[in-house]
């Protein structure tokens, strides 16, 4: 399944650099524990985690807004793989998240309405770039976040 999604363009400043809100050490931990995990290279794995980073980020920033943004299964990898690692993941949350626990509330099914596509461009209008493969891989199968949520 196909989805047109607007051109974006870099933001004047350029792109956000999702690495540069995580620690380097805590960076190169994700990105092995991934390869660990997964039948990744470090590439892939890199550019899993640099999303689910970005849309971490952009969920927080976003919060409250009731867009009901999600990720599909590929991003979520790198989400869940954070997420394990409790420690850092807390401390990511309280440098960026005003002190708060972003908390992840997935629900049993997914649901197919096009949410994977709508963040992946609300991810791109908060100024990350967006690796629109890694995305488009999961329009058809969509997020499994739960409807009116602040789900993540």
């Not at 991934?34 to 890199?46: E, G, I, K």
């Not at 509330?105 to 649901?111: M, V």
């Amino acid at each position: 399944m196909t989805t047109a999604i607007a051109p974006v363009r870099p933001p004047a400043s350029g792109w956000r650099d999702p690495k540069s809100f995580v620690r380097p050490k805590v960076w190169e931990r994700q990105i092995a524990l991934l390869v660990r995990d997964w039948p990744w290279d470090t590439v892939m794995a890199t550019r899993v985690f640099g999303q689910a980073v970005a849309y971490l980020i952009t969920a927080m920033e976003k919060h409250g807004r009731h867009l009901e943004i999600g990720c599909g299964p590929l991003v979520d990898r790198g989400v869940h793989g954070f997420i394990l690692d409790t420690r850092n993941y807390r401390e990511f949350c309280r440098e960026h998240f005003g002190g708060r626990f972003l908390e992840h509330i997935p629900e049993i099914e997914f649901k197919y309405d096009g949410s994977v596509a709508r963040t992946a461009q609300v991810i791109a209008d908060n100024g990350f770039e967006v690796d629109w493969p890694l995305w488009e891989a999961d329009y058809a199968k969509c997020t499994p976040c739960a409807p009116g949520t602040e789900c993540h």
